[in-house]
């Protein structure tokens, strides 16, 4: 990639940020189409400085990661409905000076899922309510019609109060449960969305799902990504039920931040590519 005087920069702000894939996998789409554009990582402590950067800078797009989630909204000059229910902003696009902040975590892992199977008519449940759980659930609570949304919290309390958060904004029918509960909430699941850090490297030999729960029927979505196949996903393979790991929902809220700062398709597969090869998946 050539920078030239007028490349157009995107970036990840983030603290900590140095790890972050997101780099690598926007600078491989931005190749693959032969776009005059940049992807680097901001490590930012300073917030409200970081965004009059951005608008002094004329910085086309931001990739937005923890700890700055939440206070980027105060900030920003529109942030789209959904964020603004999901009450987190992962993407800011710069629309001629304007800044827009938008949540497309929701929206990557609809679209992973619904690359195995739709979730309507589904009974779809989310294991956590944390930050990735709330934008999942909001986005599969506005764009679809599951017949049942249940969102398992170790702290019944949280889980009840997201579900009365989400509640007034849907038709979809959506329940509170604690993991005590969760042999009867397989039964009469169809997806299930792992939003706990459960599993995740280093503590790979952890799973907080009992093998014998899980059955053929199931499509089990692990969110974590490295692990490639966490021991959720392990045990969910040797029930034969379908399984989806984190990285198609990496893939898919990039490809929508990238179709918003570049107007074009995204090449999904050169990104998703791009990321695997970063975790080690592939040479
Ligand atoms: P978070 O806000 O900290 O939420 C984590 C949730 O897991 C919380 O509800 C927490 O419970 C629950 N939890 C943690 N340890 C638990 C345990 N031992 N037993 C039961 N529940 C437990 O984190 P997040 O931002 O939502 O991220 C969570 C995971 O999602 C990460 O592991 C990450 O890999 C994955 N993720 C993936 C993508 C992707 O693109 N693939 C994007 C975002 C996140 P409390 O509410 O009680 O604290």
Redesign the pocket.
């Known amino acids: 990639m050539k920078i030239k005087g007028d490349t157009k920069i995107c970036a990840v702000i983030g603290d900590p940020v140095q790890h972050s894939l997101s780099p690598c996998m926007h600078n491989a789409a931005f190749e693959a189409l032969n776009l005059n554009y940049a992807y680097v990582a901001f490590h930012v402590q300073d917030l409200k400085n970081a965004i009059a950067g951005m608008r002094g800078f004329n910085i086309k797009g931001l990739s937005v990661t923890?700890p700055h989630k939440v206070e980027i909204m105060q900030y920003l000059d529109f942030v789209t409905p959904l964020a603004k229910k999901i009450g987190a902003v992962n993407t800011v696009t710069n629309e001629n000076g304007k800044l827009l902040g938008s949540n497309t975590?929701g929206y990557?892992?609809l679209k992973?899922v619904e690359t195995e199977e739709s979730m309507d008519d589904k009974s779809v449940t989310i294991?956590?309510?944390?930050?990735?759980?709330?934008?999942i659930a909001f986005t599969i609570a506005s764009e679809r019609k599951p017949t049942r949304l249940t969102l398992v919290?170790?702290?019944l309390q949280?889980a009840k109060r997201l579900t009365l958060d989400i509640a007034p904004h849907t038709n979809v029918m959506i329940a509170a449960a604690s993991?005590e509960e969760l042999k009867d909430i397989f039964a009469h699941s169809d997806i299930i969305i792992?939003?706990?850090?459960?599993g995740?490297h280093p503590k790979i030999d952890?799973c907080?799902v009992p093998e014998e729960y899980i059955s053929q029927h199931h499509l089990i979505f692990d969110?974590?990504?490295?692990p490639a196949k966490t021991l959720l996903l392990q045990r969910a393979e040797n029930r034969f039920a379908r399984t989806l790991?984190?990285?198609?929902?990496?893939?898919y809220?990039g490809a929508e931040q990238f179709h918003m700062w570049t107007g074009k398709i995204p090449p999904v597969n050169v990104m998703r590519e791009a990321v695997e090869k970063a975790l080690g998946y592939q040479s």
């Open positions: 923890i975590d990557g892992a992973a294991l956590g309510v944390g930050g990735a759980a709330r934008g919290g170790r702290d949280k993991f792992n939003t706990t850090p459960i995740m952890e907080i969110t974590i990504y490295n790991n984190g990285i198609p929902m990496f893939v809220q």
